[in-house]
């Protein structure tokens, strides 16, 4: 399964149940992270389940079968109306039909830079938080303490970086 910090194995769960009597008529455990492959093999499975049951009734004459859009693929909808199910799968491009929606990358894109901003470095500075001379021999820190140089020049690429320190440097208690 795909994750922040990579791929790792895991399962997904998945289960029907009747809404009425809120029992769970299946459920299986599978190996992969995508749910598009697994809404025939949960159909076949609630199939044979019921059908020990309900030997001689078809047990998806009076049902409705409900699924999120994680199910919905263009063979999952022909599966489903050539074994003539009445089910009811949330549409996973509606957004891009929706006329309602026709602004939704434009806000899409505004939250992902304001929440980078947000969540992107907590209390570090950044050069233009420091004040420096032309000569670049010190610089002034957001506190107003002056930084001298230790001597230490870093190139990258284009840009001198230059170590500071101050001269007398504050003690931080440890928390």
Do not use: W
């Not at 598009?36 to 998806?60: A, C, H, W, Y």
């Not at 947000?118 to 930084?147: H, M, Q, V, W």
């Not at 007398?168 to 440890?174: E, G, I, M, W």
Request: proline share 5%.
């Amino acid at each position: 399964m795909k994750t922040s910090k990579g791929v790792i194995q895991g399962y997904n769960g998945v289960t029907a149940v009747d809404s009425k009597t809120q029992v769970i008529v299946a459920a299986e455990a599978y190996g992969q992270g995508s749910e598009q492959d697994l809404l025939e093999p949960m159909i076949d499975k609630i199939s044979g389940n019921l059908q020990e049951t309900r030997k001689d009734e078809d047990v998806f004459k009076d049902a409705k079968i409900l699924a999120d859009s994680g199910y919905h693929t263009n063979k999952n909808m022909e599966m489903l109306a050539e074994k003539q199910i009445d089910a009811y799968v949330a549409d996973n491009q509606f957004r891009k039909r929706d006329p309602r929606f026709k602004d939704y990358d434009r806000y899409k894109k505004r939250s992902r830079k304001e929440r980078a901003k947000r969540e992107g470095r907590k209390n570090l500075f950044t050069p233009a938080d420091f004040t420096f001379p032309k000569d670049l021999s010190y610089c002034i820190c957001p506190a107003g303490k002056k930084l001298y140089r230790s001597g230490r020049n870093i190139f990258a690429k284009v840009i001198i970086l230059f170590d500071s320190r101050h001269p007398n440097p504050p003690v931080v208690p440890a928390n």
